[in-house]
């Protein structure tokens, strides 16, 4: 259930994950590079300065997952969802991730230049990606 405007509702739990399809991505693609000691899992982009941004480098190290966020001075961008028990809805503040460019992936470049038949991409939140979006294609 959702509280009504004006209204107030208890709830039994919040939680502080860290999410986003990029990431539940590189987390799973992780673990499987784990059982292989030639394969890696990297995840790039573009963070704060903040407990947002060391949320997230922590729980890729947790994971094993080789953090390539380039830091800003932005805040992190952060998304709060709504669960409900038939839907979930999104509050999102986009933060760095808007600012995320061509320019701040030279470390996805050297790796497809190095191992182009062992690479996998994966944008998540395109159309956060402001930046990203008028370069992407010709990259």
Not at 24 to 47: D, I, K, P, Y
Not at 66 to 90: H, N, P, Q, W, Y
Not at 107 to 123: K, N, V, W, Y
């Amino acid at each position: 259930a959702m509280p009504r405007w004006g209204s107030d509702l208890e709830c039994p739990h919040i939680s502080q994950l860290a999410g986003g399809s990029a990431l539940n991505v590189a987390v799973h693609l992780g673990a499987l590079c784990a059982s292989n000691e030639s394969r890696t899992c990297s995840f790039h982009g573009l963070v704060g300065n903040d407990p947002f941004g060391g949320f997230l480098r922590q729980r890729l190290a947790e994971v094993g997952v080789s953090d390539e966020m380039e830091s800003s001075e932005a805040g992190t961008g952060v998304c709060i969802v709504l669960s409900g028990l038939d839907d979930r809805g999104f509050v999102t503040q986009v933060g760095a991730t808007g600012l995320l460019g061509t320019s701040n992936l030279t470390g996805i470049r050297r790796a497809m230049d190095g191992a182009p038949d062992r690479m996998h991409l994966h944008i998540g939140g395109y159309y956060s990606c402001g930046s990203l979006r008028p370069g992407l294609v010709a990259y």
